[in-house]
C-alpha cells in the first residue's frame, strides 16, 4: 500500500501565508510527478501546481506567482509554500504522486492520493 498524507492547513487571514506539506510511505520503488490539486464547494478539482523528479514544475494559471512548488527527494515529499492569500484560494487541497509500486510482475506505476487538507483564507 501507498499513502499519501498532507499536513499545514488550517485558517489564515487574507495576505498570509501556508505552507502545505505531503509525505508518501508504503512500499515505494520510485515516485515521478508530483503534485497539489485543490477543490472549492461546488467546484471541480483542478491542477495548482506539479513537479517532476527532476524538479521541473507547471503552475495552475490562477498561481502563478503566488505558489511555490517543491520537492525533497529523499524524504519522498512535495511541499506548497502559498503566499498572498485570497479568499478564492480556500478549498481543500490534495496532494497526488504517480508512484511505482513493486509487484509480483517487477513493478508497476499507480497514481495517489492523499485525503486533502482544508485551508481556509478569511478576508
Known amino acids: 500500500q501507498v499513502q499519501l498524507e498532507e499536513s499545514g492547513g488550517g485558517l489564515v487571514q487574507a495576505g498570509g501565508s501556508l505552507r502545505l506539506s505531503c509525505t508518501a510511505s508504503?512500499?515505494?520503488?520510485?515516485?515521478?510527478?508530483m503534485a497539489w490539486y485543490r477543490q472549492a464547494p461546488g467546484k471541480q478539482r483542478q491542477l495548482v501546481a506539479r513537479i517532476t523528479h527532476s524538479g521541473t514544475t507547471n503552475y495552475g494559471d490562477s498561481v502563478k506567482g503566488q505558489f511555490t512548488i517543491s520537492r525533497d527527494n529523499a524524504n519522498q515529499m512535495v511541499y506548497l509554500q502559498m503566499n498572498s492569500l485570497k479568499p478564492e484560494d480556500e478549498a481543500v487541497y490534495y496532494c497526488?504522486?504517480?508512484?511505482?509500486?513493486?509487484?509480483?510482475?517487477?513493478?508497476?506505476?499507480?497514481?495517489?492520493w492523499g485525503q486533502g487538507t482544508q485551508v481556509t483564507v478569511s478576508s
Open positions: 508504503g512500499t515505494i520503488a520510485a515516485i515521478n510527478n
Open positions: 497526488n504522486a504517480d508512484v511505482l509500486r513493486p509487484n509480483t510482475e517487477g513493478a508497476s506505476w499507480n497514481n495517489y
